[in-house]
Structure formats: structure tokens, C-alpha cells
């Protein structure tokens, strides 16, 4: 450890303590108790740090937080060998900044705590009309929830009054206005009209703004350990990891809290956004023993993300190529590999390892022109619009302009997704963009979109990658695919293994999907695309093609069948049973020309068990 090492804890010890002064300072004021307790929290973290201490305990209780704007309430930075016990520890925070950061740290164990925000990130109200054209409508917002001011952004789901759960076939809505029109009445402008199966009576979920997002957050940090740690809402992901390596994620709880004061009506909705979050891990993590309900996104996800390329050259003595990153800094490092990927196809077509890294000027209209020959139509403006590096590589890859690049070191992979049950939230229950993992004996109950699903995304977020040598086994899929029928949207199966559109065969690869339970689908129940060497054997699907289905009708997904492949080769069926089938189920297994399936005894119906 060099001598700047040794000075961060004290640094950052004498830090908290100036800020104290400066508080006192500035405002004129002593701190408020819900600063201070922030403040004493924070010193406790920084001087079992500084004195290298093996264990922190926080003394149960309930401790209300406070911080200037636009802060973290705590950050754990440069711990090493460090648990902090926080068993039966509760956070009220007020505001809707992150929680926890953790920077830096190796073999940090956080046990215990419980999390919630007051104000909530979320408020909740009665659909009471809706115009005729189907545009606006009409909330009365429930008591005890927040008032809808300019923090909020219309991300809203439509709430069955009966489940109390995300109502099928409907749409989640997005970039609305609001019109105050009474004491807690607003009326919300679409902007188009919206045909779903909201009616008046339905309950309206809307979304705040977050101040700094995700509730708790680690980076640059190896080797750490988050145990049973709730999350009763959070400000925007529940937990994310990025640019982290091998953590442990063990018993975590995210689930709506207690109902809050003067309202009669529970909350609908714990995370604001994703559950759990990974991005550019160099060993994916393990997430398992957890339990995520109710959450505005994702339930889990690891990723990494595409970079774009602009050139190459193919000069033997110094092969290179120039890409574009997506939103930050370059996050491949020397000594990683890099897979060429076509822009067409998602086939790979060469993998190198960097040797050097260099930064370059590039102009606004040589990114634009990129964008126009990867024929790109991407959602959000602010993807790949300024950063360009050069890649000096060991080896060429026969990559061209407007073709993306991956990096199989920092997308999560070696992750494992294990007994977890996720559920009742907005958007897939497990999305995983990485390689070399595991997804056993998790439980999915009622997702609002697919189940479990591989695949890349090629267009908005641009998260990578396909995913190569992965194990789907032994999970039980619950009634997926709620959402309203979406013909462009193209993940149809209750699990689903392909791309985000239709591509040839090879970009996943190595796939076994085996011994799992599917309950009660709407369309298919295993969907295969872009696959090589797959095998899908031994599992149950259970009352299948319940409802019609119609997710990625665009593309040709039937919505009758159970097992749909197409453009794969190497597809092996064995041993999958169907049972008790819907009325909307007429085939088994749909391969079509474009694909090679071997399925002898590969799909068959068993007696119906009357269940």
C-alpha cells in the first residue's frame, strides 16, 4: 500500500467532519437531527475504515436521514476486509438521492439493513375518467401519497383494483403532461390516444424524478457481499452494480413498504425502476436466496454495452479499430478481449485482445455518419454522440463501419442467478446479456413481459451481449407475458432466447434450457432464435396459450404454438411435455425453413391432470 492508499480513510474521515463546519458555517445553524444522524453514521463507516476494524455493528433502530441536495447519504469508500452489521436497522431517507455507495472496496459484507424514502419516488391515484378519444384522463391521487409537481414524469401503470397488481393488456405510458384540476385531481395528457383495457375504477402508478438514482450502488469493487438487506422502495434501480468483479448478492428483499400514514389504500409499487442491476462486471455476479416484488422494471439484469465502430486497420504490425462508447468513458481495459459483431446479422466475426488504448477527437458528423451506416434507430439521443477511442489490438477483426464490438470480460459473465423469486413488475423477470452462467430454480410469478429471457439489445439501450454457454434449469415460470399484445416487440415466449429482431443463426450459442416448469402462457412458451447448438429437453409446460398472445406478430412469432424455433441449426427437443392447453394452442413445436431442429419424441401432450 502506497502512502496516498494509507491517507484515504483519514481523508475521508476529516472530510465528514469538515462538512459538519462548513454546514454550521454556511447555514448560520447547527445541523437538523436528521443531518447529524447522517453525519455520525457516515464518521462511524469512515473510522472503521481508518483503523482497519474487521467488523461494524450499527445500533438497531430507526434512523431518519437528511442531506444537503444532490448527495449520497452515506459512501463506503476504500473498505477492505470490512463487515458492517446493520441487523435490524431502518433508513427512513428524505429525500430521493442514493442511498450507499461503495467505491472501491474488496471483501466488504453489508448485513442487515432495511431502506425506505419519505417522501415516496411514487405516488398513486384513481382513475376516475377518460376522454372519449382516449388521450387524457383523470386521477384522484390517493390519500397519503405524494402531490404530483415538477419532480414527476409520466411513467404510469395502470393497477387492476381487483389483484392489485399491474393489470393485463394494458400499456405502460410515457412523456405525459399534467394538468392540475382540484385538490389532488389531475388530468394526464398522453399526448396520443391509448387503447388498452384501463377503465375508470383502475388505479394510476406514477413515477418521481430521482435527485441522484439507485438506492444502493457499488463500483470499482471486487469480491463483496450484500446480505439481507431490504429495500421497501428505492429511487430508481433497487441495487447496481458496475464495473465491479465477483459480488455477492444473498437474501436480498425488495417488496412495497408499510402503508403510508392517512392512507387507506397500500402502495402499489417497491423499486421505481430494475430490482438488480449489473453492468461491465469482470466476473458476473452471484444473486441468489432473493426476493424481488412489485418493481417498475426488470427484476434482474447484467449486461455490459456495444461499442461502435467507425475503422479499422488491418496493418499487421499494429491492427486497431476505432469505435465510439455509448454514454461514458471507455470501459474495456488493456489486456481484455473484444468479439466483432456484424451490424446485420449479430454473427461474430473475429475476437482480439487489446494491447493499447488511445483517445481520439472525432467530429459530429463523422458520428452521425457512423450512425447512418450502422443503420442504427436509436431511441435515445444521448447514445454514442461523442467519445471515440482507438483500440490497438494483437490481432485484426474484420469488422467495418457501423458494426458493433463486445467485450466478453466486462458483461457479467461466470454470473449465477439462483433461487430467487421475482415477480408482480412491469418488465421481464431475469434479462441476462452475458456468457459462461447459470439461471437454476429461480421462481418468476407474473411478470408483465417475458419470463426469462437471453438476448442482446440492438437499438435504445444498446446492451451487450449475446451470450454463449449458458444453463436455464429447473425454474418455474408463472404466467408471463401479461402485457397488451405488441407486434413489434420481440420477446414472445415465457422464455425467450434470441435477439431483439430476427437474426441468423450464431449468435447465441451453447444454450441448454432444461427441466423447467411453464405455467399458463399467453403465446409461446419457449421461443428460439439466432441459436446454435441448443438443447431444450425435459420441461412442463402446464396450460399453455391461455390467452392469444401477439408479441412480435410483426416479425412472424406464431401465438398458437408452444415451442417456436426459427433461424437456429443444432436445436435439439427431448423429452418436453404439454399439458391441459389453452384454447388458443394448435400446434406443438412451430421450426420453420430457417431452422435445423432435431426433435424426435421432442414434444408430446400428457394426460390432462385436471389442474
Known sequence: MNNCQRRLPHMLMFCCLLMAMLFTQVHGQTPSPEQQARLDLQQQINHAIATHQKQLVIKPGV??????????FLTIANAKDLTIIADNVLFILTSLNRAIQIENCENLTLQGLTIDYDPLPFTQGLITSISEDRRYFEVQLCDGYPPIDVDFKLVCSVIDPTTRI????????????????GDRHYRIDQKRPMIDAMVVGDYALINRRDDIPHTIFLTESSNCTLRNVTLLTSSCFGFFESNCSANRYDGLVIKPGPTPQG??????????ADGFHSKHAKVGPVVENCRFERMGDDGIAINGDFLLVMGRSSDAAKPSMDIIVKRQELYVQPGDRVLGLSRETGVPLGESRVVGIEKLDVTEDQINQTHEQAHLKLHRKDVY????????????????PGD??????????????????????RARGILIKASDGVIENNTVDRSFASGIVLAPELTGWMEADFSRDVIIKGNHVIQANRM????GYFFAGAISVCANRPMPAGGQRNIVIADNIIEKTTGTAVQVVSGYDVAITGNKVIAPNIAAGGNGSRFGVPADAVFWVSQSQKVMLKDNTVQNPGSYMKRLLVADESAEVFATNGVVMSPNTGE
Do not use: Q
Open 63 to 72: 434512523y431518519r436521514l437528511a442531506v444537503p441536495t444532490r448527495s449520497t
Open 166 to 181: 399491474i393489470k393485463a393488456d394494458t400499456w405502460s405510458r410515457y412523456n405525459g403532461s399534467f394538468e392540475k384540476l
Open 263 to 272: 392512507a387507506t389504500v397500500e402502495r402499489f409499487m417497491s423499486s421505481r
Open 385 to 400: 454522440v461523442s467519445n471515440a477511442y482507438r483500440l490497438i489490438l494483437d490481432k485484426p477483426i474484420s469488422v467495418s
Open 404 to 425: 458493433l464490438v463486445s467485450c466478453p470480460d466486462r458483461n457479467g459473465s461466470g454470473f449465477v442467478v439462483r433461487k430467487n423469486h421475482i415477480g408482480l413488475n
Open 484 to 487: 397488451i399484445a405488441n407486434p
